[in-house]
C-alpha cells in the first residue's frame, strides 16, 4: 500500500490531485491505469476557413464572421496543424482513420449507403471500378469490403473505454461494419451506417414520423427521448457525450471518445440558439444558418472541454479536432456566394482533390507534451491518425498492423521531428461524386514537399502545383517543370499499383485509363 | 474461385446448402466462415422441474403440469444432461460463465447490485468476507472486482457476430463489468447490472414511470418501443433477438446469441398467453402464474428454433439450454405450497447447496455432431461452458487464459468421453442470502463422484450424501463414511485455499471459521 501511495504522489504532479481519492474509503479505487483519456472531436463537412480561427497566414473574411470561441481556446492550449489532410470525401476518410490504411489501398474512395449498390452518377465515357461500396469491416464475408483492423478495438483490449458518438459511417447498411460496438466500441451513441443526418430538428424526430418509423436513411437512431424537445442534434449528442463520460468516469479506466459530430453537413438547419446573431450581422439566410450550425459544434466542444476541467481531467486528456474533408462548395441550394469560392483561399471543396476539399482545420491539446498556443506547418494525413492515437495510449506491437499505411506525427506533436519530410501522401477518386467542379471526379493526386500534382484519369490531364507559393492552386507549373511532373507521375502511379489502387476504363475499347505514370496517348 | 467453390460444394454435404449462393450473383456472398453459430438459451431461476420435460428417471408432478413442448422439441434433437450444475445464487454462475473460473476463485459468491454495496444480511455472531461485490470486469481499477477475460471477448476476436439479448448481471451499477458490451458483445438487448426485472407488464413500461424514468433499479432499458403495447418482457426479448439474428443473417458471420431470458425470476406476473389454461387445470393463481412464466419463456426457445427452420440455419446452429440456478422454493409470499419442496425430487431451491439449488435442466442440439435424442447422466459444471463453447468455435489456444477452471465437455457430446471422471467440483457460499432453508447460507460444498460433501462454516457440522442413491439428501452419511467425510474435506479445503476463496469470521474471536480439513473443535 505504501508503495502504491508513493507511486500516485509520484504521479500527481504530473497528472492532477489524483491520489486524493485514495485516503476517502477503502471503497473508492484510485484510477491504476493512469494513461491520457483521448478526446477525438470530428466535424463532418467543415472547411479550412468555417472558424473565427485563422488557420492561414492572414485573416480571411470567414475567420471574421463565423464564431468558433472554443476553438480559439483549445488552440490556445494547444498546437494548430494547418496543413492536416484528409479525403474528399467522408467514407473514404473515416475508412482510412479507424484502419490506418491509406483510401487507395481500402478502396472505399467514394461514399457508402445501401449494400451492394454504389453510390457514383454514371458516365457514357467511363466505366467505373467495382469499388468497396460496402466500405470496410474487421472480418471478412461480405462483398466489396476492405478488412481492417480497428485501432478502436486495439485501445479498448490494451483497457480504454471507447464511447462512439454520433456520426460512423463506416459500413453500408446491414454489413458488419455499419455499427460501432462492430469496431471496438463499447458505447455507441446515435451511430449507423447512414453518413448524414436527415434532419437536425427534434421537432422532426431527427428522421423519424410521429410513429417511430423513419423517413429517410438518414433518419439518426438512439436519441428517442429528445424528439420533439427542442433539442437541436448537435446538442442531444453533446449531452448523450458527457453522460458516457459521467459513467467513464466511474469506471476508473482511461477513456477514448470519438466525438463525431453530424454537423456541418448538410441539411443546413437553422440551430436557433445562434441563427438570429448571424441574420443581425447582415448575413443572408443560407448563410446565417451555416454559420449556427459552426458555432452549435464550437459550443459542443466547449462543454467537453468545460467537464474536463470540472472533473479534473483536462491535465491528463488529449483533444484531437478534425474535420473529415473540405466544407461543401458545389452546392447552391445549400450555400449562397460564388460556388467553389467558399474554402477561400483554398480552391473548390468538399469532393475536390485540390486544397478546399482536403486540408483540414486540426488542433491537438495535450497538456504537459504539446507546447500550448503553438502551430506546425508541417503535413499529415488522417491515416497519420491510427499510430498516432495508439502511440499516445501507449500500445505497442501495432505496427503488427497489416496494411497499415499511416505514420505516427508524435514526433510533431512533441517537437522532436518532422515526419512529413521526404513522406508523400496520395489521394485516389477514380469515381464520379453527384456535383461537379474544380478537381472533382476521376482523377488522383500526389504531395511531396512543397508540389502537388493531380492526374485525370479520362483526359490524362495532369496539374502541377507548388503548394507553399501557390496555396489556391490557380497556376499550373506542368509544362513549367517538366522532371518534378515525371518524378510524381512515377511515384502516384507506382503508388497506386503497389497498394492495389483502382481505375477507370474506356467505355469505347473496355481498357483501362492508363496510370499517371504510362502513356495516355497510347490509348 | 474454382478452389472457393469446391470447398464449398464439399462442407455442404456437411452443413448444408450453403453453396447455392455462390451462383445468384456477383454481390451476394457465401458465408466464408463455416463455423456453427451458436445459442445460448439462458434461463433465469429455472428449476430441474419446471418442464414438461423429465430429467429423472421418473416423471414427477411438476413434468405434468407445466407444458414446455419446444425443450421437448429440442430434446428430441440433442442431448439432455440429468447432473448439469451451476452456483446457488445468478451473480455466482453468470460471472464463473463469462470467466470459467469457479465460483470461489471470483468471490463472486452473492448477488451484486449496487457499487461497494455488499446484499448480504447480517448476523450477530460471524463477519462475513470482503468479497467481490462489484462483480467481475475484462479491467482492473475497480475495488472488490475479479478481472477475467471473456469468452465472448474471445469468440468476437475469431469473427463471430456476438448478440446478448436479456439479463446480463456480471457486473454492480456504475462499474466496467455493468454493460454486455464491455464483454465482447456487439450488440446488448436490455442488459444491464441488475439482476432481475421490475415487471415483465409493458403496461407498466418494464420499470419506467410514464415520463420515462425508472421506478425501480430492475427497471430493463432499451424496450421502449414496446412501452404500452401490451407485449409481456419474454415476448419483447424473442421479438428483438429475432431482428438481430435478422441482422446477423446479413453480415455472413456466423453468430453467438446469447439468449438470457430474465423469465423465470420474481415478479411472477402472469403471462395472460398462458395463464388463463393452467388456472382452468385448477391451480391456484400463484401457481398458475410461474406455469405461464415457463411457458412464455419456452414459447421463446420455440421461436428462435422456428427462425433457425425457417432460414435455413438449423444444421449449422448449436443450441444450449441451461438455466442459472435452482427454482426459488423460499418465499411464499411467490409459491404456493410447502416451501423448500418445490424442486421435488431434489431438497430446496435457488440458495441452497442441495441439488434444488444448484441442478439445472440443461439440453444440448448439435445437428450431425451430438446423437439426438440422447441423455447423458455425467455431471457437469457452469464454468465448463467457457472452453466448450469456445472449442465448439474452434478457437484454439484459448486455454493460456488465466484462472480458467472449467474444462469442456464436448467428449461428452460427442460421446467420446467421460470428463466428470475423477472430477471435483466446488461451490463456496460463505455469505447470508436473504431467505433461510435448508442447504442456504454460510456454507461451501463438493461433489465428486456419487458424494457430496457440504460443510457449514459457522458450526463445522458436516454432511455426506450419496447422491446416487439419495437425490433428495435426505440421509446424511458422514457418521457411517468418516474416511470418505474425511478426504473430500481434504479435498474441498485444499481447493478453496488454492483458488483463494474466502470464509466468514467469528465476530466474538475475530478469528476465521475453519476451513473444512482444520479442526473446528480448536475454535
Same mark, same amino acid.
Given at each position: 500500500?505504501?508503495?502504491?501511495?508513493?507511486?500516485?504522489?509520484?504521479?500527481?504532479?504530473?497528472?492532477?490531485?489524483?491520489?486524493?481519492?485514495?485516503?476517502?474509503?477503502?471503497?473508492?479505487?484510485?484510477?491504476?491505469?493512469?494513461?491520457?483519456? +483521448?478526446?477525438?472531436?470530428?466535424?463532418?463537412?467543415?472547411?479550412?476557413?468555417?472558424?473565427?480561427?485563422?488557420?492561414?497566414?492572414?485573416?480571411?473574411?470567414?475567420?471574421?464572421?463565423?464564431?468558433?470561441?472554443?476553438?480559439?481556446?483549445? /488552440?490556445?492550449?494547444?498546437?494548430?496543424?494547418?496543413?492536416?489532410?484528409?479525403?474528399?470525401?467522408?467514407?473514404?476518410?473515416?475508412?482510412?482513420?479507424?484502419? &490506418?490504411?491509406?483510401?487507395?489501398?481500402?478502396?472505399?474512395?467514394?461514399?457508402?449507403?445501401?449494400?451492394?449498390?454504389?453510390?457514383?452518377?454514371?458516365?457514357?465515357?467511363?466505366?467505373?471500378?467495382?469499388?468497396?461500396?460496402?466500405?470496410?469491416?474487421?472480418?471478412?464475408?461480405?462483398?466489396?469490403?476492405?478488412?481492417?483492423?480497428?485501432?478502436?478495438?486495439?485501445?479498448?483490449?490494451?483497457?480504454?473505454?471507447?464511447?462512439?458518438?454520433?456520426?460512423?459511417?463506416?459500413?453500408?447498411?446491414?454489413?458488419?461494419?455499419?455499427?460501432?460496438?462492430?469496431?471496438?466500441?463499447?458505447?455507441?451513441?446515435?451511430?449507423?451506417?447512414?453518413?448524414?443526418?436527415?434532419?437536425? %430538428?427534434?421537432?422532426?424526430?431527427?428522421?423519424?414520423?410521429?410513429?417511430?418509423?423513419?423517413?429517410?436513411?438518414?433518419?439518426?437512431?438512439?436519441?428517442?427521448?429528445?424528439?420533439?424537445? &427542442?433539442?437541436? /442534434?448537435?446538442?442531444?449528442?453533446? %449531452?448523450?457525450?458527457?453522460?458516457?463520460?459521467?459513467?467513464?468516469?466511474?469506471?476508473?479506466?482511461?477513456?477514448?471518445?470519438?466525438?463525431?459530430?453530424?454537423?456541418?453537413?448538410?441539411?443546413?438547419?437553422?440551430?436557433?440558439?445562434?441563427?438570429?446573431?448571424?441574420?443581425?450581422?447582415?448575413?443572408?439566410?443560407?448563410?446565417?444558418?451555416?454559420?449556427?450550425?459552426?458555432?452549435?459544434?464550437?459550443?459542443?466542444?466547449?462543454? %467537453?472541454?468545460?467537464?474536463?476541467?470540472?472533473?479534473?481531467?483536462?491535465?491528463?486528456?488529449?483533444?484531437?479536432?478534425?474535420?473529415?474533408?473540405?466544407?461543401?462548395?458545389?452546392?447552391?441550394?445549400?450555400?449562397?456566394?460564388? +460556388?467553389?469560392?467558399?474554402?477561400?483561399?483554398?480552391?473548390?471543396?468538399?469532393?475536390?482533390?485540390?486544397?478546399?476539399?482536403?486540408?483540414?482545420?486540426?488542433?491537438?491539446?495535450?497538456?504537459?507534451?504539446?507546447?500550448?498556443?503553438?502551430?506546425?506547418?508541417?503535413?499529415?494525413?488522417?491515416?497519420?491518425?491510427?499510430?498516432?492515437?495508439?502511440?499516445?495510449?501507449?500500445?505497442?506491437?501495432?505496427?503488427?498492423?497489416?496494411?497499415?499505411?499511416?505514420?505516427?506525427?508524435?514526433?510533431?506533436?512533441?517537437?522532436?521531428?518532422?515526419?512529413?519530410?521526404?513522406?508523400?501522401?496520395?489521394?485516389?477518386?477514380?469515381?464520379?461524386?453527384?456535383?461537379?467542379?474544380?478537381?472533382?471526379?476521376?482523377?488522383?493526386? +500526389?504531395?511531396?514537399?512543397?508540389?502537388?500534382?493531380?492526374?485525370?484519369?479520362?483526359?490524362?490531364?495532369?496539374?502541377?502545383?507548388?503548394?507553399?507559393?501557390?496555396?489556391?492552386?490557380?497556376?499550373?507549373?506542368?509544362?513549367?517543370?517538366?522532371?518534378?511532373?515525371?518524378?510524381?507521375?512515377?511515384?502516384? &502511379?507506382?503508388?497506386?499499383?503497389?497498394?492495389?489502387?483502382?481505375?477507370?476504363?474506356?467505355?469505347?475499347?473496355?481498357?483501362?485509363?492508363?496510370?499517371?505514370?504510362?502513356?495516355?496517348?497510347?490509348?
Amino acid at each position: 500500500m505504501n508503495k502504491h501511495l508513493f507511486l500516485s504522489v509520484a504521479l500527481t504532479s504530473i497528472s492532477g490531485n489524483m491520489a486524493q481519492s485514495y485516503a476517502q474509503d477503502k471503497y473508492v479505487s484510485d484510477r491504476s491505469d493512469k494513461r491520457p483519456n +483521448i478526446i477525438l472531436f470530428m466535424v463532418d463537412d467543415m472547411g479550412w476557413q468555417d472558424t473565427s480561427l485563422p488557420f492561414w497566414t492572414e485573416r480571411t473574411k470567414y475567420n471574421e464572421v463565423y464564431e468558433t470561441p472554443n476553438m480559439e481556446r483549445l /488552440a490556445q492550449r494547444g498546437m494548430m496543424f494547418t496543413q492536416a489532410y484528409a479525403c474528399s470525401i467522408s467514407s473514404a476518410t473515416r475508412c482510412s482513420l479507424i484502419t &490506418g490504411a491509406n483510401n487507395a489501398r481500402h478502396r472505399v474512395t467514394n461514399w457508402t449507403l445501401e449494400k451492394d449498390k454504389t453510390t457514383d452518377m454514371k458516365s457514357e465515357t467511363v466505366q467505373l471500378p467495382d469499388w468497396n461500396y460496402n466500405g470496410v469491416s474487421q472480418v471478412s464475408g461480405t462483398a466489396n469490403t476492405f478488412v481492417g483492423k480497428s485501432f478502436v478495438e486495439i485501445l479498448k483490449q490494451s483497457g480504454y473505454h471507447t464511447i462512439h458518438c454520433g456520426k460512423a459511417h463506416w459500413g453500408a447498411i446491414d454489413t458488419p461494419g455499419e455499427n460501432p460496438t462492430h469496431w471496438g466500441f463499447e458505447v455507441n451513441i446515435a451511430g449507423h451506417a447512414g453518413g448524414g443526418i436527415a434532419t437536425y %430538428l427534434s421537432e422532426r424526430n431527427y428522421g423519424h414520423n410521429a410513429d417511430g418509423t423513419p423517413f429517410s436513411l438518414q433518419a439518426v437512431p438512439g436519441l428517442e427521448q429528445y424528439w420533439g424537445s &427542442g433539442t437541436f /442534434a448537435t446538442e442531444a449528442l453533446t %449531452l448523450e457525450a458527457i453522460k458516457a463520460l459521467d459513467k467513464a468516469k466511474e469506471y476508473n479506466q482511461p477513456f477514448f471518445l470519438y466525438m463525431a459530430h453530424y454537423a456541418i453537413h448538410i441539411p443546413i438547419d437553422k440551430d436557433m440558439r445562434f441563427y438570429p446573431k448571424y441574420l443581425a450581422k447582415g448575413m443572408t439566410e443560407k448563410e446565417a444558418a451555416y454559420a449556427s450550425l459552426i458555432e452549435g459544434m464550437d459550443k459542443s466542444l466547449g462543454d %467537453l472541454m468545460d467537464w474536463l476541467d470540472k472533473n479534473d481531467e483536462t491535465n491528463n486528456t488529449i483533444v484531437i479536432f478534425m474535420s473529415d474533408n473540405g466544407g461543401l462548395a458545389s452546392e447552391p441550394h445549400w450555400r449562397d456566394g460564388t +460556388i467553389h469560392t467558399q474554402n477561400y483561399p483554398l480552391n473548390s471543396g468538399k469532393g475536390s482533390l485540390y486544397e478546399g476539399g482536403i486540408r483540414e482545420p486540426m488542433i491537438v491539446s495535450w497538456p504537459n507534451v504539446v507546447q500550448p498556443n503553438t502551430k506546425c506547418d508541417k503535413y499529415l494525413m488522417i491515416e497519420d491518425f491510427y499510430p498516432t492515437i495508439l502511440e499516445m495510449a501507449q500500445v505497442k506491437n501495432y505496427k503488427k498492423a497489416k496494411n497499415l499505411d499511416g505514420k505516427s506525427f508524435l514526433p510533431m506533436l512533441k517537437g522532436t521531428g518532422d515526419t512529413s519530410k521526404g513522406r508523400a501522401i496520395v489521394w485516389n477518386f477514380p469515381n464520379i461524386w453527384g456535383n461537379k467542379g474544380p478537381g472533382i471526379n476521376l482523377n488522383c493526386a +500526389i504531395r511531396k514537399d512543397e508540389w502537388k500534382l493531380v492526374y485525370y484519369y479520362e483526359t490524362g490531364k495532369k496539374e502541377l502545383f507548388n503548394i507553399y507559393q501557390d496555396i489556391g492552386e490557380k497556376q499550373d507549373l506542368s509544362v513549367s517543370y517538366p522532371k518534378v511532373v515525371k518524378r510524381l507521375s512515377k511515384e502516384l &502511379g507506382s503508388y497506386l499499383r503497389k497498394v492495389g489502387g483502382q481505375r477507370p476504363s474506356f467505355k469505347s475499347t473496355g481498357r483501362p485509363c492508363p496510370w499517371p505514370d504510362e502513356d495516355f496517348t497510347l490509348q
